[in-house]
């Protein structure tokens, strides 16, 4: 094919995070910002605030992951509403 290179639609990738006292909001590459509640991530609700600000890109912007912590999300499963593993919404 010629032309124009074929590229895989990436979906939007994760651009920053930031916390409040209740809630996660993850800034989104596309403008969308997405919203949980901290109770829906148990580790991230009882870290420090320094804790929660060392996070990094996972699988190349399509996730987030905290080191300290052994905590991951996904843009696809904060995009779903999904809390964490045995968490009740």
Known sequence: M???PFTPDAG????NVRFNADSISVE???GRTISAP?????RLRDA???ER???QLA???RGIHWPALDEDLSVDGLLSGAPAPGVRR
Do not use: F, K, Q
């Open 48 to 50: 420090t605030a320094e």
């Open 59 to 61: 699988g190349g912007g």
């Open 2 to 4: 010629h032309g124009t």
């Open 38 to 42: 901290l109770s829906w991530y148990p």
């Open 28 to 30: 989104l590459s596309d």
């Open 12 to 15: 939007p990738r994760v651009v």
């Open 53 to 55: 600000d060392r996070w």
